[in-house]
């Protein structure tokens, strides 16, 4: 194995704030075994990933928890910027990571270009800076995209996103270019949906496209959940298949909640107060062990259902919008 390709949403809910995060210990490392570990893991932001990171209100990338340009610093996935490529000759091969948030709204196929928006946004510390910079770097993703179809001598190019093609009906020409088989072979990865199939995306024939999951293990969205295996032989040529795990062992029926509230409340994220709607879920549960809100002072929980986690997030005020009170997470 050379490599593992991640195609983001790597931390539920709300992505990590830090190097020093404890989640990269306790939904990572403590996860995937040291072999898994062993070799880099190519990532790209998906869009619960970027809630919480400063990644969205900064063009610093030293202020991007997840940025990680050293390929040989295994503590941490290999990601030396939100979209970048990484060439290896000696397979015949070329990576080229693409973020492409800005089309989180892209499900809606009645969408034009200019009604894309990261919708998630809402949850920053800086919704307008936020969009507006996730507009930006979606441009600059496919402008790298197009550089990298033109110039890579690459007999194979495996292009990835947090998105499945079926999100980018607005921008066919993508779509196209994806299907284009004439210089070299292209291996399309996607995820979001938590599923591992092909008949779900729009087909990029002759080339080949799959849907990887990208859910952190939060939830699924199809019974076929596992990994994607690729391998690549002497040639250049890769061929894929799937590893399935039995659907009960990751996929567990909802079990009853304790929640008042009914299903609207099966779920909150109890100590971020970034939805109202969930607002009324607190009252119904005031001896819950979250906060209710709006609120300033937080219990410093991640709440689903009736599982609750020690949280990362710094005491900020009601929303989350303040910036000015976004500190970095201490262990």
């Known amino acids: 194995v050379k490599f593992i390709v991640n195609v983001g949403d790597s931390f539920y809910p709300h992505g990590v704030m830090s190097k020093a995060d404890p989640q990269w ?34 063009d610093r990338l030293s202020d991007c928890a997840q940025i990680n340009a050293d390929a ?26 693409l973020d492409l948030n800005h089309y989180m709204l892209g499900w809606d196929a009645s969408k034009d270009a200019a009604q894309h928006e990261f919708e998630d946004c809402q949850y920053t510390a800086c919704p307008v800076a936020c969009r507006e910079r996730s507009k930006r770097r979606a441009e600059e993703a496919f402008e790298l995209f197009r550089h990298r179809m ?59 496209g799959w849907l990887v999951g990208g859910g952190g293990g939060w939830s699924c969205d199809g019974s076929q959940q596992g990994f994607l295996v690729a391998e690549i032989d002497a040639g250049s040529q890769v061929a894929t298949y799937p590893v399935l795990v039995d659907t009960g062992s990751c996929c567990q029926p909802p079990g009853p909640s304790s929640w008042k509230g009914g299903g609207k409340c099966d779920w909150i994220g109890c100590d971020n107060c970034i939805d109202d709607s969930f607002c009324e879920c607190r009252a119904l549960n005031p001896d819950g062990p979250c906060t209710q809100c709006p609120n300033s002072q937080r219990k410093g929980r991640i709440c689903s259902g009736t599982e609750c986690s020690d949280g990362h997030f710094p005491n900020m005020t009601a929303h989350g919008r303040d910036p000015a009170e976004v500190t970095p997470a201490s262990r």
């Not at 040291?34 to 209100?57: A, I, T």
């Not at 610093?73 to 990571?97: C, Q, R, S, Y």
């Not at 607005?170 to 092909?198: M, P, T, V, Y």
Request: hydrophobic share 40%; proline share 6%.
């Open 72 to 97: 040989d610093n295994l503590d941490f996935f290999f990601m030396p910027n939100v979209t970048w490529h990484k060439e290896h000759p000696e397979m015949g091969i070329e990576v080229v990571a």
């Open 25 to 58: 210990e306790s939904k990572w490392r403590r996860i995937y075994a040291p072999e898994l570990r062993s070799v880099p893991w190519y990532s790209v932001y998906g869009n619960h990933d970027l809630q919480r990171d400063p990644c969205m209100c900064s």
């Open 150 to 208: 033109e110039a890579s001598v690459a007999k194979t190019l495996i292009v990835f996103t947090h998105y499945p093609t079926d999100y980018f009906h607005s921008e066919s020409w993508f779509l196209e270019a994806l299907k284009d088989a004439s210089k070299r072979r292209l291996l399309f990865l996607g995820g979001h949906r938590h599923n591992i199939d092909q008949n779900s995306m729009v087909s990029i024939a002759p080339n080949v």
